[in-house]
């Protein structure tokens, strides 16, 4: 995977906050809607007290082009309120410092927020060696035969996690990002050029012919 798609490096990260707000944003829809959404709201609300104080239809009304508005805007208030009033400031920068299990669990008790967002803001804000799973991720590692085909992204991440050497999490993740948009789409897979070919059973059984219901949403990479 490295050799088809290089060393991903380290992006300049953002607060945990805003990659939290922006992961949020960008569940079931596509990463071009989910950026323009995050940047609308920012402009509105340079700050998070200002988003604070600025309400929920302001908000609703930022985030429109990610869709689910109606949901979106509520969750992200609750947040924010929920972190003014139990920590006294908008920031969830001390997670980067506590146990990843806290984190996690932490992050997971808010509205909207499963395994695979707690895991994104962790990996990419937090630098911790945590290895999230979306819908690309999932489907290539069912394909590889890594897991079997009926299982979850949730349990997939819970399974892979422990067994993927920490210091490859962060390259493995954005790399397999990088080949289920690129290659291993959920439909009409690539196989015929898939660097990773030799290793895939599925792909060899002719995974070209194969679709999906689910695929062509943002992810966290």
Excluded at 98 to 120: I, M, N, Q
């Amino acid at each position: 995977m490295s050799r088809a798609y290089g060393d991903p490096g380290r992006q300049a990260r953002s607060s945990p906050l805003d990659g939290l707000i922006g992961t949020l944003l960008s569940q079931n829809t596509t990463s071009t809607n989910a950026s323009a959404a995050f940047h609308e709201l920012k402009r509105r609300c340079p700050t998070w007290e200002d988003c604070l104080r600025a309400g929920v239809a302001v908000v609703r009304r930022a985030i429109r082009s990610a869709g689910l508005a109606e949901i979106r805007a509520p969750r992200i208030l609750a947040i924010l309120r929920r972190l003014r009033d139990e920590r006294g400031a908008l920031s969830l920068d001390f997670l980067c410092d506590a146990p990843v299990a806290e984190a996690r669990a932490y992050l997971e008790s808010f509205p909207g927020v499963g395994p695979k967002t707690a895991s994104c803001v962790l990996l990419f804000e937090c630098r911790r060696a945590v290895f999230p799973v979306d819908t690309h991720v999932a489907r290539i590692t069912r394909r590889l035969g890594w897991v079997p085909e009926p299982m979850s992204a949730e349990v997939i991440q819970v399974a892979l996690e422990p067994i993927i050497p920490a210091e490859l999490r962060h390259a493995l993740h954005v790399a397999l990002i990088a080949h289920g948009r690129k290659l291993c789409r959920p439909r009409a897979p690539q196989c015929e050029v898939c660097p990773i070919l030799r290793y895939c059973p599925t792909g060899q059984a002719g995974a070209g012919r194969l679709t999906t219901r689910r695929g062509g949403r943002a992810s966290c990479g």
